[in-house]
Structure formats: structure tokens, C-alpha cells
């Protein structure tokens, strides 16, 4: 006999392993980029996981525990961890529902990348606080190195979203 729920439940541990595998990849890339992925001039290249979202909003929260997690190895540490995956949160929300009523895939991404490397200014303040850097230059230097890591990262979940349906 057919169990009405194990639809249900199937999607549901279908969705929680895609969500876990996204927050590992994400822990896994930035982590073993950590050189490239902290500081005032970086290329977290993890950061190509933030177009998830805009395929599935699951992602929103995946992505958001990915930062949290990696953000332990930054060298602010536990302020980083909070304020890192707190603004992640709210960017991935907002690049959500900005992108919603958009059809084209490509629009979608543009628009993220966007919204993703002004963001960068939570980061440069963080930089600006703790080690007296110059907050608009800092703000450039990071916002630039989210451009190219969205950049190069836009071209890849463009590619696997062509294989693979990112929407289920």
C-alpha cells in the first residue's frame, strides 16, 4: 500500500541532503581557499553558491550556515561568524525576492552579482573597525574580488543549472 506521506518525507530528505551538500561545498571551498577567501583583498570563490537562492529559496539557508561555518576560520572570528552570515541572510533574502518577478536566468544572476558585491560594505566596515583600514577603498577591494568570484562563479551555476535543474 502507497503511503500518502512518502512523498512528502521523500522531498523532504531529498531537499535537507541537497541543503547539507551546499552548506558543506561551501565550507569545503571556502576553507581550502582560505587564503584568497579573508581579508581586505579576497576571491572567496564560495561565494558562487549565493546564486542558489534565486533557483530555490531552500538555498537561503544553506548558503547563509556554509558563511557561518567557514567564517570560524576568518581571522575576526566569532564577530565575523555573526556578522558575516547575518548579512548573508539578509542579501540572500532581499537578492530573492528582487529577483523573483525575472525570467531570465542570466538577468537573475546579473542582479545578484550586483546586489552581492555592494553588500561587500558590511565586510569593509568590519575590516575598518577592527584593523583601521580605509572603509570606501576596502569596501572597493572587496567588492571587487566579489565581482570577480561571482563573475567566475556565475559562469559555472549558469553551465550546472543548464545540466542540472537547480529549481528542484
Known amino acids: 500500500m502507497n503511503n500518502p506521506n512518502s512523498q512528502t518525507k521523500a522531498w523532504s530528505v531529498m531537499s535537507l541532503t541537497k541543503m547539507a551538500l551546499i552548506t558543506a561545498l561551501y565550507i569545503v571551498v571556502t576553507i581550502f581557499l582560505a587564503p584568497f577567501s579573508f581579508g581586505a583583498v579576497q576571491l572567496r ?4 553558491f549565493n546564486y542558489l537562492p534565486i533557483f530555490n529559496k531552500r538555498y537561503i539557508g544553506a548558503v547563509t550556515l556554509g558563511v ?3 567564517n570560524f576560520a576568518s581571522p575576526l572570528g566569532l ?12 542579501v540572500l533574502c532581499f537578492s530573492y525576492y528582487a529577483t523573483k ?13 550586483m546586489i552581492c558585491s555592494l553588500s561587500m560594505f558590511t565586510v569593509a566596515g ?16 572587496v567588492g571587487i ?9 556565475g559562469i559555472l551555476i549558469y553551465w550546472i543549472n543548464e545540466k542540472i535543474d537547480l529549481t528542484k
Open 45 to 48: 570563490f564560495s561565494e558562487l
Open 68 to 70: 557561518a561555518i567557514s
Open 79 to 90: 564577530v565575523d561568524v555573526i556578522i558575516g552570515s547575518l548579512s548573508t541572510f539578509v
Open 101 to 113: 518577478q525575472l525570467k531570465s536566468p542570466i538577468k537573475k544572476m546579473m542582479l545578484t552579482a
Open 126 to 141: 568590519q575590516l575598518t573597525y577592527f584593523y583601521q583600514l580605509p572603509f570606501f577603498y576596502t569596501w572597493l577591494t
Open 145 to 153: 574580488g566579489e565581482v570577480l568570484s561571482m563573475s567566475i562563479g
